[in-house]
């Protein structure tokens, strides 16, 4: 029986490296996040090297004696490529690449790499891509090398390497027509926006560092359906669906993208628009992973990217995820930055009651009491505090209809009162 051969491709073997600045635990805590991202990309880690510096050196990223530790590193390790903690420059990408002769790519690439994987709808596919070309455009004839010595790999979906074998004039050409898309797509979304706000229905949106549960929570209220995943970046394309909560009111969650240390400029650029639902919605929901042992660092890179985003005077929510890990029970951790704090697990379903009754509370305080008979003719009213307001009582009597309820500012004037 003739044998077949597994012609599976060979996984990329890269090192991780970094420069520090004497934080030892930081750049542990991010080299880690790093082996993690790489893990995601498809590659496998091998080794890690560090080098202690001031600052990182503007030509090569690391010292020239460095390389060629890390040079003889790469050959006993057979790795295949080096990954860089920051986001190179094109001159320490082109150095790095003559001096080392392999595959070099960094902490942008491989975010970039990965979003490219898992955008699924066309906005996202459009804004992966602006943010890849704006990317690489800078970098083209040292990600053209780097590239293609190996034909494939990290770095090679989205626009690919056909598209960095096109010029420059032609690259810009794409970004302008991208951005272009990129603007319609941000008309469309602010008149979504606009009609929300309109129709007076609240918008909380979910924010967090990737991988904190999320998209799960999401599905557990909603029954949204989409993938979630216990990986980074499991979802990309954000997902606002309509719940209605125990007293009848409606409101609308939107899933925005995972934050993370690092994160690309470019991206930040690229989905400004997506990001920005945390910037118009009425609440912040932040959930936590709590069993994450960096969830300080996650909490402070959430609420730098808040804070960029222009998030300001909003009421924020904390929901300290993922308490079903601990042995000993749950751990009753603190946001000094929150408004109100939940502890509690998306997958066993404890402290979602409290949740969604301290949203509940949060409408209601923002909302207007109305105690008011309407008559018979005006029953039509009733479905709108309904339908935008919380309706704590209705009593059928001979004048008409007694209402007791909370509505918002805007439906309170709608109401004739």
Do not use: W
């Not at 409101?251 to 990001?275: E, Q, W």
């Amino acid at each position: 029986m003739e044998k077949l051969y597994d012609m599976k491709e060979e996984p990329e073997k890269v090192i991780l490296v970094a420069v520090s600045d004497g934080d030892e635990d930081k750049v542990k805590e991010s080299l880690d996040e790093l082996e993690e991202l790489v893990s995601t990309a498809g590659a496998i880690t091998v080794g890690r090297m560090t080098q202690n510096r001031e600052r990182i050196h503007p030509g090569t990223y690391i010292g020239k004696g460095k390389i060629e530790e890390l040079k003889m590193y790469i050959e006993s390790m057979e790795a295949t490529g080096i990954v860089c903690d920051d986001e190179l420059s094109p001159a320490q990408l082109k150095n790095l690449e003559d001096e080392l002769q392999t595959k070099i790519m960094d902490r942008t690439l491989v975010i970039l790499d990965i979003f490219a994987g898992r955008a699924l709808t066309k906005e996202g596919k459009i804004q992966v891509e602006l943010a890849q070309l704006k990317y690489r455009s800078a970098r083209l004839v040292g990600l053209r090398s780097s590239l293609s010595r190996l034909g494939g790999g990290i770095g090679t979906r989205g626009p690919g390497e056909k598209k960095l074998e096109i010029d420059r004039r032609l690259i810009s050409d794409r970004i302008a027509a991208l951005r272009r898309e990129v603007e319609e797509m941000e008309k469309h979304r602010n008149l979504a926006r606009e009609k929300r706000s309109k129709n007076s229905v609240p918008v909380i949106a979910i924010v967090g560092y990737t991988n904190a549960g999320k998209s799960t929570l999401l599905n557990e209220l909603t029954d949204a359906g989409i993938l979630a995943e216990d990986k980074l970046f499991a979802t990309l394309d954000p997902t606002t669906r309509n719940y209605k909560l125990p007293m009848g009111q409606e409101v609308l969650l939107t899933d925005t993208v995972g934050f993370i240390r690092k994160l690309p400029h470019h991206l930040i650029d690229a989905f400004r628009s997506t990001l920005e639902e945390a910037k118009y919605a009425d609440i912040i929901l932040h959930v936590v992973d709590s069993f994450n042992p960096q969830i300080d660092a996650q909490m402070e890179i959430v609420y730098d990217t808040l804070e960029h985003l222009g998030v300001k005077e909003k009421p924020i929510v904390t929901f300290f995820n993922k308490q079903d890990k601990f042995q000993d029970g749950s751990h009753l951790f603190k946001d000094l930055k929150a408004d109100y704090v939940v502890h509690g697990s998306v997958k066993t379903g404890i402290g979602l009651d409290k949740l969604v009754d301290t949203i509940e509370n949060i409408l209601k305080e923002k909302s207007v009491y109305v105690e008011h008979v309407f008559s018979y003719n005006e029953a039509s009213k009733l479905q709108l505090i309904r339908k935008y307001g919380q309706l704590i009582s209705e009593d059928y009597i001979a004048e008409g209809i007694l209402v007791k309820a909370n509505v918002p500012d805007e439906i309170y004037g709608q109401l004739g009162i």
